[in-house]
Antibody, heavy 122, light 109 residues
Framework: QVHLQESGPGLVKPSEALSLTCAVSGESISSACWWTWVRQSPGKGLEWIGEIYHSGTTNYNPSLKTPVTISVDKSKNEFSLKLESVTAADTAVYYC???????????????WGQGTLVIVSS | EIVLTQSPATLSVSPGERATLSCRASQSVDKFLAWYQQKPGQAPRLLIYDASNRATGIPARFSGSGSGTDFTLTISSLEAEDFAVYYCQQRSGWPPDLTFGGGTKVDIK
């Protein structure tokens, strides 16, 4: 069974970069699925940030105001998120997740990490 | 971007009663809609995918229906563990348009 674990700083200063890593165990990161980041602002709903395939193909939420990069490290079986120049609006619980084709046509969020809270404050 | 509107925002239900949650899409998503359950301090859990298919291990009291723009999640007889927030989600097109609804909180009446 796949297990995902987020790691990274819990506090980031405004205008600095936010970097998080998701360690994947129980499955190769080269498997046929989208490795994804989702965030949830305090008391709010879920927001898709973006995703990466093991080939390196990425898709990002065009509504995000903060520049985002998602990358994968096959040697470590992990993938990472970087948000440039964050603001208080980027304060959220960040989840890494796996999307897989469950029914045959579309990828759904089948596994999630426990989430990590990142606060943007000086 | 496809907007998913969930209603009601809060649903107060007694244990053993039926709960009906709605999700409306701003344009057709065919049958490609999923439902997730989220409890406080936990990550979401996939309940229903492709509008009406239960995910592995999900009890039969959870059912989904709908297609196009109107979808429903029904919990036939609420148990204590079902009080949570429920989100709908769609993924469509390429590059993908992936959005979540705003959520419906099911609390104890």
């Amino acid at each position: 069974q796949v297990h995902l674990q987020e790691s990274g700083p819990g506090l980031v200063k405004p205008s600095e970069a936010l970097s998080l890593t998701c360690a994947v165990s129980g499955e190769s990161i080269s498997s046929a699925c989208w490795w994804t980041w989702v965030r949830q602002s305090p008391g709010k709903g879920l927001e898709w940030i973006g995703e990466i395939y093991h080939s390196g193909t990425t898709n990002y939420n065009p509504s995000l105001k903060t520049p985002v990069t998602i990358s994968v490290d096959k040697s470590k079986n992990e993938f990472s998120l970087k948000l440039e120049s964050v603001t208080a609006a980027d304060t959220a619980v960040y989840y890494c997740a796996r999307q897989v084709v469950v029914g045959g046509a579309v990828d759904w969020f089948e596994s999630w990490g426990q989430g990590t809270l990142v606060i943007v404050s000086s | 971007e496809i907007v998913l509107t969930q209603s009601p925002a809060t649903l107060s239900v007694s244990p053993g009663e039926r709960a009906t949650l709605s999700c409306r899409a701003s344009q057709s998503v065919d049958k490609f809609l999923a439902w997730y359950q989220q409890k406080p301090g936990q990550a979401p859990r996939l309940l229903i995918y492709d509008a009406s298919n239960r995910a592995t291990g999900i009890p039969a009291r959870f059912s989904g229906s709908g297609s196009g723009t109107d979808f429903t999640l029904t919990i036939s007889s609420l148990e204590a563990e079902d009080f949570a927030v429920y989100y709908c989600q769609q993924r469509s097109g390429w590059p993908p348009d992936l959005t979540f609804g705003g959520g419906t909180k099911v609390d104890i009446k």
